[in-house]
């Protein structure tokens, strides 16, 4: 992802405080890679906890699908962020990720060290599993 995009990441997930952001990565999908152009901002409406669980709110996905018909450009993953933790996917992120089928997810750890943190992995499939990058944004 572009710094920018990275950027745009770790500053939401530090207003965010002690609650977890979340938001959807925007871009294009190659036949060898996938681009992404840049970040939108999603409301966490989990009904509780969270400070460790998001829930996007469907309302807005259904938006950004309508925009992303008009733009030509594709959801192509999700981010979210570990207030008080590592950027290290969760067991309960593991599950989670299969609900976004071959999606790219982002985690900010902001807890983890003295930098804030930021990792990248696929949704469980066939093809993928593995955490691709991270370090620090």
Known sequence: APQS????IVEHAREGGDLEVCGFLVGQRGKEAVVVARSVRASNVAAEGRAERF?????????????LERSGEELVGVYHSHPRGRAEPSALDLRNASLWPCMLHAIVGLGG?????LSFYWSPSERAGLVLCSGPP
Do not use: M, N
């Open 5 to 8: 995009v990275r950027r745009a």
């Open 55 to 67: 829930t996007v709110d469907p309302r807005e996905i259904l938006r950004l699908q309508e925009d």
């Open 113 to 117: 060290s003295a930098e804030d943190e």
